[in-house]
């Protein structure tokens, strides 16, 4: 059972260009979540989806930065017009089921190995 | 929200023991996680703890005091593919399960 898959592994872009980050969650998983890890920091929540619908963009930048996961194919992270600033990790991660209540119970994260952005 | 705290790097000899600090604060509790992820790699998980005490797996072993707000990760006999940055972590709230992560400790294994 392949793991979760991220493409491409390495993205460099110039100031202003479109970057798109793929990602396929494991095989029977339908929630993914996006979090971006800037240098020295910590990983940051940005975006949880379900198919077809994003369902928390509490963490996404307002501008510029978009997320779907359509009902074939990768979920895509998109941030346009990117900036220096872009620059970092952006790991997915994907999960059976979300999360519950206070209990043994539990639903594991299980993430991808990441898109490194450059940004030139 | 939540707010989360460790150390920033600690460093310990092959076989030693090596206990990493997690203290958190949030609004509700819905357990806390570790993970580890070597440099340049994805973060693997490594435990689950909702209960107060001790939860141990082999090597690795992770407390929790729900009344402090306080966690640990226990590794012993320390190998030098150990080390790696050690991320604490909280989910945001109940059914949606959004990870808010610390800024993770650095682990240095030396022989």
């Known amino acids: 059972n392949a793991g979760v898959m991220q493409n491409p592994r390495h993205l460099v872009r110039r100031r202003g260009q479109e970057a798109r980050l793929r990602c396929s969650p494991m095989k029977g998983h339908s929630h993914v979540y996006w979090y971006r890890q800037l240098p020295e920091e910590g990983l940051k929540f940005m975006v949880y989806l379900q198919k077809e619908n994003i369902i928390d963009e509490s963490g996404m930048p307002k501008e510029r930065f978009s997320a779907e996961f359509p009902k074939e194919g990768p979920s895509i992270l998109r941030i346009q017009q990117v900036v220096r600033g872009d620059s970092a990790a952006y790991f997915c991660?994907?999960?059976?089921?979300?999360?519950?209540?206070?209990?043994?119970?539990?639903?594991?994260?299980?993430f991808g190995p990441g898109t490194r952005l450059t940004v030139l | 929200g939540q707010n989360i705290d460790q150390p920033t790097e600690m460093t310990a000899t092959e076989g030693a023991i090596v206990q990493i600090n997690c203290t958190y604060q949030?609004?509700?509790?819905?357990?806390l996680f570790w993970y580890q992820q070597h440099a340049g790699e994805a973060p693997t998980f490594l435990s689950y703890n909702v209960l107060d005490g001790l939860e141990e797996k082999g090597r690795f072993s992770s407390f929790l005091s729900r009344s402090k707000g306080y966690s640990y990760l226990l590794l012993k006999e320390l190998q030098m593919k150990d080390s790696a940055s050690y991320l604490c972590?909280?989910?945001?709230?109940?059914?949606?399960?959004?990870?808010?992560f610390g800024t993770g400790t650095r682990l240095l294994v030396s022989p």
């Open positions: 972590a909280v989910p945001r709230n109940t059914g949606f399960q959004k990870l808010v």
């Open positions: 991660a994907s999960s059976l089921l979300p999360g519950r209540g206070a209990t043994k119970y539990y639903n594991e994260q299980f």
């Open positions: 949030t609004s509700g509790f819905n357990g």
